[in-house]
């Protein structure tokens, strides 16, 4: 079984930045998509951004520009750097790894950006 953790989130002011890590063990971790997703209070539970198992990154139209994701295979990590961060930003983040059948979630991690 693959299990996510995630870290970083936090509270931040308009404009701040934070960077989330999300840690995986168990599994294949390089042969592994991985996706940041995040949920606002009384919303659907969004993609953000996602790196497959060779790189190629994607991102939601919103976030484009403010935030990348990478991944470290030696590590086993996936991480999101969120730059200029607005207060609709605010939501609870969760990675996601996947491949063929399987899908894992993290436990989410809480960002709040306001003044």
């Known amino acids: 079984q693959v299990q996510l953790v995630e870290s970083g989130g936090g509270l931040v002011q308009p404009g701040g930045s934070l960077r989330l890590s999300c840690a995986a063990s168990?599994?294949?971790?390089?042969?592994?998509?991985l996706g940041w997703y995040r949920q606002a209070p009384g919303k659907q539970r969004e993609l953000v951004a996602t790196?497959?198992?060779?790189?190629?990154?994607n991102y939601v139209d919103s976030v484009k520009g403010r935030f990348t994701v990478s991944r470290d295979n030696t590590k086993r990590t996936v991480y999101l750097q969120m730059n200029t961060l607005k207060p609709e930003d605010t939501a609870v983040y969760y990675c996601?790894?996947?491949?063929?059948?399987?899908?894992?979630w993290g436990q989410g991690t809480q960002v709040t950006v306001s003044s």
């Open positions: 168990g599994g294949i971790f390089r042969l592994y998509n």
């Open positions: 790196i497959t198992s060779g790189g190629t990154t």
């Open positions: 996601k790894a996947d491949r063929e059948y399987y899908e894992y």
